[in-house]
C-alpha cells in the first residue's frame, strides 16, 4: 500500500473520521494489528479498548487536528479538544465540566496503516481548568 | 531564506546545537523576535529566558530527538529527556533524582527561523517516577 505524503494523509483523516463515527469495526483499515503506543504493545484489541474508554469517559470527544506535518512513513498531528468528560479523566476529577486541551501525537505508518503511537497529552492544561 | 525539509532540517539541528551548547547569544539566528509559544506571544527575550530557566532546574538538560518529522513550514520532534533535575521540575520535586520524560513538540518555521512552538511535556510520566 502507498506510503506517499498525500496516501497517508488520507489515512489518517480516515482514521480520525473513524473515530469521530465511533465505527470500531472499521478500525482494523486503519491500525495494524501488532500496533505499539508509547513503547506498549498494545495490539489492534488493546488499542481499540483504550479508544473505547476514552469515549466513554468523554462521549463528546472529538479528534479535529489543529496542525498536521506528514513525511513518511511518520505524520504528527496536535489535536485539540474541546469536549466535557463524564467523571474522572486521567485522575482528575472533571465530573461534566467543559474543558479544552491538547495532545501532540506521531505515528508510523506501514503498509498504509498506523504501526507506532508516541502520544502526549497536556495533563498540566487540564488540571489548571478544574 | 529557504524554507525546503532540508533548509529545515538543517536549521532545526542548528537550534538543538545551541541549546545543547548553552550558546544564548546564538539563540537569535534560529528563533524569531516575536516567538509565540503555545499560544503565549513571548517574544525572543522571553523564550530565551525560558529556556535559561530550563537549564537552571535541570543543568545537564540535552536536547535529543527520537523522531523528526519535517513537512515545510512545519516540523515535528520527541524529544527524550534522560536527565537530574535539581530541585522542582513542572511544580514536581525531582531533587537530583535522574528522571526519563518525553516533549512532543511542533514548531512553524518563518523565512528559516522558529515563529510559533506548540509543545506538550509529559508530565505524569515525570510525576510516576516520583
Not at 13 to 31: E, I, K, Q, S, T
Not at 68 to 81: K, W
Not at 107 to 128: F, K, M, N, P
Request: aromatic residues 8%.
Amino acid at each position: 500500500m502507498s506510503q506517499s505524503r498525500d496516501a497517508i494523509l488520507k489515512a489518517y483523516h480516515g482514521y480520525l473520521a473513524c473515530l469521530n463515527a465511533r465505527d470500531w469495526a472499521a478500525l482494523p483499515r486503519f491500525v495494524t494489528t501488532d500496533v505499539i503506543r508509547n513503547g506498549a504493545p498494545l495490539g489492534l484489541t488493546g488499542y481499540r479498548a483504550l479508544l473505547e474508554g476514552d469515549v466513554r469517559a468523554i462521549p463528546d470527544l472529538a479528534f479535529e487536528p489543529s496542525h498536521l506535518v506528514c513525511d513518511p512513513p511518520l505524520i504528527a498531528a496536535r489535536l485539540v479538544f474541546d469536549c466535557t468528560p463524564v467523571g474522572m479523566l486521567m485522575g482528575l476529577p472533571v465530573n461534566g465540566r467543559r474543558v479544552r486541551f491538547t495532545e501532540n501525537v506521531l505515528y508510523e505508518y506501514r503498509d498504509g496503516r498506523i504501526a507506532q503511537v508516541w502520544s502526549v497529552i497536556d495533563r498540566t492544561a487540564l488540571e489548571a481548568q478544574l
